[in-house]
């Protein structure tokens, strides 16, 4: 799996996720539960990855839609 994109905002990873499994890429969440270590503030950025295969065709999505990869 590789790194497509980190972010704070839940939001952003939340609308991310949602493309992608409309383009039928599988992705993955990362570090959700780094909250009970920060208190819940926010801090750690969580990262979304996908498939080493499919991950050029994942910044076009990004990039086509003007999400921040954040990288």
Do not use: W, Y
Request: proline content about 4%; hydrophobic content about 45%; charged content about 25%.
């Amino acid at each position: 799996m590789k790194e497509l994109l980190r972010s704070t905002d839940p939001t952003v990873i939340a609308f991310a996720t949602a493309l992608l499994q409309g383009e039928d890429i599988a992705c993955f969440e990362m570090d959700v539960n780094m909250s009970v270590l920060e208190g819940g503030i926010g801090i750690f950025p969580r990262r979304l990855m996908v498939r080493t295969d499919d991950h050029d065709a994942a910044i076009r999505v990004m990039r086509d839609n003007e999400i921040p990869l954040g990288l």
